[in-house]
């Protein structure tokens, strides 16, 4: 009959047990911060280094700068001008443009009426 063991047999470690609690882990397509302190069950960010998201990444980026709003000093919202819009339509059509080449299956289908060939 075998007694249950208690504890570990011979001299106990005088070094108390280490704990990384901030680390990462680098995969072929993404590197992955882990802070068990600020996030305990998982990665609290994850980076793709995919070279072909980058472009579309940066639109994306550019295109969120661009509609947050914008404040005076004394707080006042400052007001979105023209110039501002026409950044604003050239950086989201840049950004579907190039979602759509990743993406093919995204695309809209056309509606509407097939036009007629002059030939026939």
């Known amino acids: 009959m ?15 047990a280490v704990i990384i609690k ?10 992955w911060h882990y802070d068990l302190d600020k996030f305990p069950n998982g990665p609290y960010l994850v980076e793709m280094t995919d070279p072909t998201y ?12 661009l509609q947050t709003p914008k404040y005076q000093e004394n707080g006042r919202k400052k007001r979105t001008t023209k110039a501002d819009k026409i950044k604003m339509e050239a ?30």
């Open 22 to 31: 901030k680390f990462t882990r680098e995969y072929d397509d993404s590197i």
């Open 2 to 16: 075998r007694h249950k063991r208690t504890e570990n047999r011979g001299r106990p470690s005088e070094k108390p």
């Open 91 to 120: 950086v989201e059509r840049a950004y579907w443009k190039e979602h759509y080449k990743l993406f093919p299956e995204d695309k809209p289908k056309k509606r509407g009426r097939r036009k007629k060939n002059a030939n026939v």
């Open 54 to 65: 980058d472009k579309l990444e940066k639109l994306y980026n550019k295109l969120e700068r």
